[in-house]
């Protein structure tokens, strides 16, 4: 079950699970680069963050997957940019770590495909990566979608 759900801050698919999480009143956090400084600006905040030493966002990528359970990658299509950085850093700490690409997926098959392995490796603490908005403009309504299905199946039984 899933007690805490962390991303980077960035626009995008970032944000749209911190939001779930405040939604659904699950504890969010996670690391973002000294500033707080987002793609559109300083991060808001509502947005209960810690901020790495440097302006690096790899670094903020990195602390993230160390400092979860596991990591879903959502995505439209392959993952570049600081997506395929955060699946090298999974593999480099040997964190549980699940692309989903919403090409090839529904969003309903997803989230289902995503409970069964938040379920499966015990996932507590879920770090939430993907595209920043400028990247993809569907990731943040995506990721929104994708994340409610699974905490309402997580929490109620039902992604519906």
Known sequence: M?????????????????????????????????????EAGRLPGKYVMQETTSISYTERTEVNVVDSDGTVILSYGKLTGGSAFTLDMAAKHRKPCFHIDLESLD??????????WVGAREIKVLNVAGPRASEDPRIYEATRNLLTLVLRGLFFGKAE
Do not use: Y
Request: no cysteine; charged share 15%; hydrophobic share 45%.
């Open 2 to 38: 899933i007690h805490k759900i962390i991303s980077g801050g960035q626009t995008g698919a970032d944000q749209a699970a911190l939001d779930v999480a405040i939604e659904f009143g699950v504890p969010h956090g996670g690391w973002v680069p000294r500033g707080r400084m987002t």
């Open 107 to 116: 969003v309903s098959k997803a989230a289902e495909a995503v409970i069964n």
